[in-house]
């Protein structure tokens, strides 16, 4: 199993889960993403996520070993759209098995927020004023 992917066309969580199940994991933990319809008091119509695909993965698998090394973790893998998505959308996905919740819990965490803060995927909000605008997720 690739551990972190980016993907162009919506996915099924149902495979990534069952790639997680293991008979030495008592919990799993996981995270979901979606296009939500407003930003900072602005309503939005959709946004398109630009991502440089070698580095991102190459960097979102890095997050995915530093979770396996740091949290009491059996497996973890995350998935991350780019292109085009609607509101409602599921933009990223998070899945840790473990023995122990604890450390599904903290290792989702970790993960979410590290693809956020170190992966190169950058945000165009489109609004319904017609504005627009770049963020980093």
Known sequence: MTRFRLAAEPFDIAPLRAALL????????????????????????????????????????????????????????CVHRHGELATGEL???????????????????YIIDEVKVRVPIWKHERYLDGDAGWLHP
């Open 91 to 109: 933009a990223v996905w998070v899945g840790v098995s473990a023995a122990h919740r604890d450390g599904a819990f903290a290792a989702c965490r």
């Open 22 to 77: 293991d008979d030495r994991a008592g919990g799993y933990a996981s995270f979901e993403g979606w296009v939500r319809d407003h930003h900072q008091g602005r309503a939005v119509s959709g946004l398109y996520y630009e991502a440089y695909p070698a580095l991102a993965e190459r960097e979102g698998a890095a997050v995915i070993d530093e979770a396996l090394a740091r949290f009491d973790i059996i497996d973890a893998c």
